[in-house]
Nanobody, 126 residues
Framework: QVQFVESGGGSVQTGGSLRLACTIS?????????MGWFRQAPGKEREGVAG???????NLADFAKGRFTTTKDNTQGTLFLEMNSLKPEDTATYFC???????????????????WGRGTQVTISS
């Protein structure tokens, strides 16, 4: 069974940066699956932040464009989310996830993902 462990969260001020990491116990597992970053703030639904397809193409939510980048390091078995110019509205728990199949249509739909980490908290103060 594959396990995902997110790390890198913390508290920073507005305009700061964080680099989240998702360590995957069986990295080979992810080579044929779409990977995603999601976030969930208290009282809100989980929303897609970034998606990464097996072929390396990525998608970003509109709020993430120009500020966030997702990459995958195949040598380390780790998925990254680089976040810059952070805002208070970015405060949430961030999760990494993997799809059950090679390709999914809606990368930002959490119901399309079958495997999840437990999340890491990101808090942005004004």
């Amino acid at each position: 069974q594959v396990q995902f462990v997110e790390s890198g969260g913390g508290s920073v001020q507005t305009g700061g940066s964080l680099r989240l990491a998702c360590t995957i116990s069986n990295f080979i597992f992810t080579k044929r699956r779409c990977m995603g970053w999601f976030r969930q703030a208290p009282g809100k639904e989980r929303e897609g932040v970034a998606g990464l397809r097996p072929d390396g193409d990525s998608n970003l939510a509109d709020f993430a464009k120009g500020r966030f980048t997702t990459t995958k390091d195949n040598t380390q078995g780790t998925l990254f989310l680089e976040m810059n110019s952070l805002k208070p509205e970015d405060t949430a728990t961030y999760f990494c996830a993997a799809s059950p199949t090679w390709a999914i249509v809606d990368w930002d739909d959490p119901s399309k993902y079958a495997y999840w980490g437990r999340g890491t908290q990101v808090t942005i103060s004004s």
